[in-house]
C-alpha cells in the first residue's frame, strides 16, 4: 500500500503529537511477597507499620516519542506486555502518563470504549445508543443505521440482545459503531482479528475511506502480517521502548522474523534483529512550536496546534 503523499508544510497536518511517554506503576508481586516473607522480623514489622505491601514497579512505556500525520494508517506490532494497548489508551486519554504528554487535534475514538453499549439491548438499539453517544444527531443516527449493520454483517442477530452476541460479533459491532462518525482520529485495538473475510474486506475498505478524508488510523494487531497488508506505517514496541518506526513492510517483515526466532528458540538470531532494528531507527525529538492558551488545553488533547519532529540517528 503507497503512503500518502505529504504536503509542503509537514508540520501542518500533524494529528497526534506523542511527545517522550513513560507509563510506570507499581504492581503486587508473589515473588516480592516471597522476599518479605524471607526478611528478619525487624524488617517485616517496619514494612507492616508503613503499610508497604510487596510490590514491582513495571514501566509499561519508556521514552516513546513520535508525530502522526493525515492519511497515515499505523500499525503497532509488538508481543504481549510490549506497551502497545497503554500507548493507545494513553493516546485516547483513558490514562495519564507518568511523563511526558500526548497531543492530539480532535478527540480520538478507540473501538471498544467509546462506543457506550448495553448487553440487554439489540444489535439495532445498541447502534443508535452508540452513535448517539459519540455525539451524532437523531437525523445523522437514523441516516447511519443502515450502513452500520451492513458493515456489522450479523445479519438476523443484529435484532438480537447483545449478550447473546460472540467476543467476535461484539467486536465486528464496535467496530462498525465507531466508524459511523467519520472519527478523525481512529484507534483500534485487535477489532480486526476476528471475524470472516468477508467482515475483513469491508472494514479494510472502510478504513480506507477515513484514510482518504484525511484521517488518522492506528492499529494495534498480533498478526505482523496484517500490519504489512493495510496500514502505510509501523512502529515496533518491545517491552515499552520503540525499536523502530517506519514503513508497515519493512518493520513488520523484521518484526516477524525476530517473533520467528524467539518461537524457535534461538534467542542470540533474535537478538541481533532486535539491535540491529534499534541502530537503524532514526532518534525522533517532538516539540511543540507555538504556546498552547491555558483555556484550551486538557489533560490529553488540545485544539490543533503547530507540532513538529525532528529526527536523526542516535
Keep these: 500500500m503507497d503512503a500518502p503523499d505529504l504536503l509542503d508544510d509537514p508540520f501542518a497536518q500533524?494529528?497526534?503529537?506523542?511527545?517522550?511517554?513513560?507509563?510506570?506503576?507499581?504492581?503486587?508481586?508473589?515473588?516480592?511477597a516471597e522476599r518479605r516473607r524471607r526478611a528478619n522480623r525487624l524488617?517485616?514489622?517496619?514494612?507492616?507499620?508503613?503499610?508497604?505491601?510487596?510490590?514491582?514497579?513495571?514501566?509499561a512505556l519508556s521514552g516513546v516519542s513520535f508525530?502522526?500525520?493525515?492519511?497515515?494508517?499505523?500499525?503497532l506490532v509488538g508481543q504481549n506486555g510490549s506497551g502497545k494497548s497503554t500507548l493507545l489508551r494513553i493516546i485516547a486519554g483513558l490514562e495519564t502518563p507518568s511523563r511526558g504528554q500526548v497531543l492530539a487535534e480532535s478527540t480520538p475514538v478507540l473501538i471498544g470504549v467509546n462506543a457506550a453499549l448495553v448487553p440487554d439491548l439489540s444489535g439495532e438499539q445498541n447502534i443508535r445508543l452508540g452513535c448517539l453517544a459519540m455525539g451524532m444527531t437523531p437525523e445523522?443516527?437514523?441516516?447511519?443505521v443502515p450502513e452500520v449493520m451492513?458493515?456489522?454483517?450479523?445479519?438476523?442477530?443484529?435484532?438480537?440482545?447483545?449478550?447473546?452476541?460472540?467476543?467476535?460479533?461484539?467486536?465486528?459491532?464496535?467496530?462498525?459503531?465507531?466508524?459511523?462518525?467519520?472519527?478523525?482520529l481512529l484507534l483500534i485495538d485487535e477489532?480486526?482479528?476476528?471475524?470472516?473475510?468477508?467482515?475483513?474486506?469491508?472494514?479494510?475498505a472502510r478504513m480506507q475511506q477515513l484514510r482518504a478524508g484525511a484521517g488518522t488510523v492506528f492499529l494495534v494487531s498480533h498478526a505482523a502480517q496484517t500490519?504489512?497488508?493495510?496500514?502505510?506505517?509501523?512502529?515496533?514496541?518491545?517491552?515499552?521502548r520503540m525499536v523502530l518506526d517506519g514503513p508497515a513492510p519493512d518493520v513488520a517483515l523484521r518484526y516477524r522474523k525476530w517473533a520467528w526466532a524467539i518461537a524457535k528458540d534461538r534467542p542470540e538470531e533474535a537478538k541481533k534483529i532486535i539491535e540491529?532494528?534499534?541502530?537503524?531507527?532514526?532518534?525522533?525529538?517532538?516539540?511543540?512550536?507555538?504556546?498552547?492558551?491555558?483555556r484550551l488545553y486538557t489533560p490529553r488533547h488540545v485544539r490543533p496546534a503547530r507540532v513538529g519532529a525532528a529526527a536523526g540517528r542516535s
Design 191 to 204: 477489532a480486526l482479528a476476528t471475524g470472516d473475510a468477508a467482515f475483513k474486506e469491508r472494514s479494510e
Design 67 to 75: 508525530v502522526a500525520r493525515q492519511g497515515e494508517q499505523i500499525g
Design 14 to 32: 500533524a494529528t497526534v503529537a506523542v511527545q517522550n511517554v513513560h507509563v510506570h506503576y507499581r504492581v503486587p508481586s508473589t515473588e516480592a
Design 227 to 240: 500490519i504489512e497488508e493495510t496500514c502505510t506505517r509501523a512502529i515496533w514496541l518491545n517491552y515499552g
Design 150 to 184: 451492513e458493515l456489522a454483517g450479523l445479519g438476523k442477530s443484529i435484532y438480537l440482545p447483545m449478550k447473546t452476541y460472540s467476543s467476535g460479533m461484539g467486536a465486528r459491532l464496535r467496530f462498525a459503531i465507531a466508524t459511523a462518525a467519520n472519527p478523525h
Design 140 to 144: 445523522a443516527t437514523e441516516r447511519a
Design 276 to 294: 540491529q532494528a534499534l541502530m537503524d531507527r532514526e532518534e525522533t525529538s517532538v516539540y511543540v512550536e507555538e504556546p498552547v492558551p491555558s
Design 43 to 59: 524488617v517485616r514489622a517496619a514494612r507492616s507499620v508503613l503499610g508497604r505491601n510487596p510490590q514491582v514497579l513495571v514501566r
